[in-house]
């Protein structure tokens, strides 16, 4: 019944700038924390950012001062801002409600 769909991955250039949008249904997103997670190729998911019910957010220190991750209560959304992207942020990007429930993700390119 929960459904998280993701979209705004792509290809871009090192330092360029991606938004990250999470559509959710099935739950009640007003109460509940929703994070983002990487998954870069041949490793495991990594959480990136959270957000809580109150807005409070947590960043991986990697992307602090260049990610930033938002909620829109009343259309059901998640986003996640992405700036002055790096290759090391390259894989796939998973909008989750945690622990149990994830999108099927979408990929980030960042090329040199």
């Known amino acids: 019944q929960v459904r998280l769909v993701e979209s705004g991955g792509g290809l871009v250039q090192a330092g360029g700038s991606l938004r990250l949008s999470c559509k959710a249904s099935?739950?009640?997103?007003?109460?509940?924390?929703m994070a983002w997670y990487l998954q870069a190729p041949g490793k495991e998911r990594e959480l990136v950012a959270s957000?809580?019910?109150?807005?409070?957010?947590t960043y991986d220190d990697s992307v602090k001062g260049r990610f930033s991750i938002s909620r829109d209560n009343v259309y059901r959304r998640l986003f996640l801002q992405m700036d002055r992207l790096k290759p090391e942020d390259t894989g796939v990007y998973f909008c989750?409600?945690?622990?149990?429930?994830w999108g099927q993700g979408t990929q980030v390119t960042v090329s040199s």
């Open positions: 099935g739950l009640n997103f007003r109460i509940n924390t």
């Open positions: 957000i809580d019910s109150g807005g409070a957010q």
């Open positions: 989750a409600r945690p622990p149990a429930d």
